[in-house]
């Protein structure tokens, strides 16, 4: 593996918690690319435990979120934990642990910049929060997820209070028109690791808005952020 140097007692330090089986950690940082390189060697790369650490982040977030906002409904609690757990929020997370300078990367995604790409962060940060409730407890996995959470609670108190283009675009289609907004990528440009989506925003199967974003849901917010644009110059002309 060349010259790459992956100090995991520098960042259990950083991230304040000592594993007991190191090697839970070192999947948790091993990207695929690396295993592709080196398929002799039978490493493991990081996808079970992303997928495992998707699954207990929509938790412990629904449960911080649930207990943070007793009188909210459900629909925004759902719209809240989605902009919580989305890339770009998961990959700032992963920026601030430096996750990024631990990712064992194949030595083309490393060239490539793989180690700031915002879906390698915040898949990295969704594993190694799999691989701390495999080896720590839900425990221990809820506290250090939700210093994270409280970190960032004057941002997620302002989210909520500021509703995201999507939701205001959906809250007057369906109170004036009685429809919901659609939403459908109509291209998809550039490489695997660099894609540019475009988003168009459908109400009764016409094209009110479209957008661009480096993610589909970020294209899909810009094209409501369309959509309203026309629509308050429609009412302010």
């Given at each position: ?36 390189e080196?398929?002799?060697l ?15 982040l929509?938790f ?19 719209s ?43 898949d ?13 407890g ?13 970190g960032?609670?004057?941002e ?43 988003s ?38």
């Amino acid at each position: 593996m060349g010259a790459q140097v992956f100090d995991l007692e520098a960042f259990q330090a950083g991230i304040g918690l000592a594993f007991c089986d190191p090697t839970l950690l070192q999947q948790a940082l091993t990207h695929r690319s690396l295993v592709n390189e080196y398929a002799d060697l039978g490493l493991a790369d990081n996808q079970r435990l992303e997928f495992l650490g998707d699954a207990i982040l929509g938790f412990l977030v629904g449960e911080w979120l649930y207990a943070r906002y007793p009188d909210v409904r459900e629909g925004e609690l759902t719209s809240l934990r989605a902009h919580v757990v989305r890339t770009e929020g998961l990959a700032s997370f992963a920026g601030e642990i430096e996750l990024g300078s631990y990712l064992r990367l194949g030595r083309g995604e490393a060239a490539s910049g793989g180690a700031m790409r915002s879906a390698n962060l915040c898949d990295g940060f969704e594993a190694l929060v799999g691989a701390i409730y495999l080896d720590q407890g839900l425990d221990v996995a809820r506290v250090w997820v939700h210093a994270f959470l409280e970190g960032h609670a004057p941002e997620i108190d302002q989210q909520r209070k500021s509703k995201d283009a999507k939701t205001q675009l959906q809250e007057y289609t369906q109170g004036q028109l009685h429809v919901t907004p659609s939403y459908r990528i109509a291209r998809e440009e550039g490489p695997d690791h660099a894609k540019v989506f475009t988003s168009q925003v459908l109400v009764d199967q016409d094209v009110w808005g479209e957008g661009i974003g480096p993610s589909k849901q970020t294209a899909e917010q810009a094209a409501a952020e369309a959509a309203l644009r026309v629509m308050r110059q429609k009412r302010n002309p």
